[in-house]
C-alpha cells in the first residue's frame, strides 16, 4: 500500500446533530435528520404550507455534524430569523424563523452517531472520504428500486458514470442505457428530440427518427443536463413521464415506453423553480430521491486513490509508486475547476509521456479538458508533435506542445461555441472563470467568432 494511501475500517462512525421544526403549535413536529426536509407551498414539498407570500420551494433543513443546516432556496420573499434575512444557516439552539407570514419553530436534538459504510466504490466510481462512502451505499440502494433519481454536481464530478452504475447495479442492467444530452439540444428541436419525429414532420426532417424513451425500452434513460430544457417543453416532458407514454412530432398516437429515468444537472433547479425557469412539478417528478456528487476539492483525501485507480485503468498501476509525495500533496491542494474529469485527463497525459523516473501530473493541469491527441483536420490523422521537437529538451518541449494546444484548443472551442464563454465552459468540462483565464492568457478575443 502506498505512503499516501488510508486504510478504510469495516465501519465508521460520525455524529450528527438533527431536531424537529413545526409551523403552528396546533401542528404536529416533523424531525428532522439526514434526508432533507424542504417547505413551500408545492404539494410535493415535505411540509406544505398554505401562505401566498410563500414561494413553491422555499427553505430546505438539513441534520449535520455542526447542526441543522437552514438554508434559502432562492425564494422570493426570503427566510428571515429575526430582522435579518438568511441565505443559509447552522441551528444549534431552539429558534424560530419566518418565511412569509409563516413562523417555522425548531428545536434542537442531541448528538446521534450515524454508521457510516465502508463501500470503497460504486462502479467506476471510488473514494475513501465519508462523502463518498455515504453516496456509495443510498446509490447502492437506490439502484434496487426503480425509483426516479435526479443526480447533482459540478461539471465533470462523476454525474454519468453514477447513473450508469445505478444501471449497472439494477434490474434493468442488460437492457439499454440512453443519454440525452438536453445542453446540446437546439431549443427548436426539443420536442422532437425527446419524443421523436415522423418523416416530413417539420423542415429537414428526411427521415424518420424513434424516441430515446422508446430505444431505452426496459431499461434506463439518463437526462443529461436537464436544467437545459427548454420552458415550452417541459409540461410536455412532464406529460410523458406522468402518462409512461409518448407521441412524436408528426405521429397521431402515443406509444407506451417502460424505463427507468435518471437525470442530472449541474444548476440548482430549486432555485430554478423559484425563478420561474424550471418547473416545480417537473422538478418532483424527476427528483423522487436526489444525490448530490461533491467537488473533487472538497474530498482532496480521495485523490491518491483516485490516481491510483486511474492509472489501474490505463494498465499502470505498478507506476502509482512514481507518483511521489510531494506530487500528491499538491494535487491535493489544487482546487480542481474540472473536478475529477480534470484530474483523468492530467493523469492520462502525464501516464503517456511518461518516460522513466517520476510520474509527472502536476505540470498537465488544466490545460487539457477534452483529451490530448491533436489531429489533422484535413485528414483526420494524428500528428506526431514529438517529432517537431527532436534535439530539444524534454522538459521544454513539453512545455511547448502544451502552449500551442492550449492555444488551439481555446481557439476551436471559441469558434464551435461562437464566443459563448458559457457553452465553452460547458462543452471543456471547467468552469467560465477558468476559461476566461485560458482566453486572456493566450490572448483569444472570442468577439471575433460571434
Known sequence: M????????????????GGRIRTSPNEPWVEVGQEPVILGRNPACQIVVDD???????????ATEEGVRVRD???????????????????????????????????????????????????????????MRQIFERLGKIAATD???????????????????????????????????????????????????ERGAFTGAIDRHSSPFQEAEGGTIFLDELGELPLDVQPKLLRALSERRVKSVGGSTYKPFDVRVIAATRRDLVRQVNQGVFRSDLYFRVAQVKVELPALRTR????????????????????????TTTQLERLMRYDWPGNVRELRNAVQVAYALHEGGELDITSHLGALTE???????????AVNLAAAFVGAPFQDAKRDVLTRFANDYFTQLAEESRGNVSEMARRAGMERAHVRTYLKRHKIDVRQFR
Open 2 to 17: 502506498s505512503r499516501m494511501d488510508v486504510t478504510i475500517g469495516s465501519r465508521n462512525r460520525v455524529h450528527v446533530r
Open 52 to 62: 401566498t407570500k410563500v414561494s413553491a420551494v422555499h427553505v430546505e433543513f438539513l
Open 73 to 131: 432556496l432562492g425564494s422570493r420573499n426570503g427566510t428571515y430569523v429575526g430582522e435579518v434575512r438568511i441565505g443559509e444557516i447552522i441551528f444549534a439552539t431552539a429558534s424560530t424563523l419566518r418565511i412569509g407570514g409563516t413562523s417555522i419553530q425548531f428545536e434542537p436534538a442531541g448528538l446521534e452517531k450515524v454508521a457510516v459504510s465502508n463501500i470503497p466504490a460504486f462502479g467506476p466510481l471510488v473514494g475513501q472520504s465519508e462523502a
Open 147 to 197: 425509483l426516479t433519481l435526479l443526480i447533482g454536481g459540478e461539471t465533470g464530478s462523476g454525474k454519468e458514470l453514477a447513473a450508469k452504475a445505478v444501471h449497472d447495479h439494477s434490474k434493468r442492467a442488460k437492457k439499454p442505457f440512453v443519454v440525452v444530452d438536453c445542453g446540446s439540444i437546439p431549443p427548436t428541436l426539443a420536442e422532437a428530440t425527446l419524443f421523436g419525429h
Open 300 to 323: 482532496s483525501e480521495d485523490v491518491p486513490l483516485l490516481v491510483r485507480s486511474m492509472l489501474k485503468d490505463l494498465g499502470g498501476e505498478a507506476i502509482y509508486e512514481r507518483v
Open 371 to 381: 483529451g490530448g491527441i491533436q489531429h489533422d483536420g484535413g485528414t483526420g490523422k
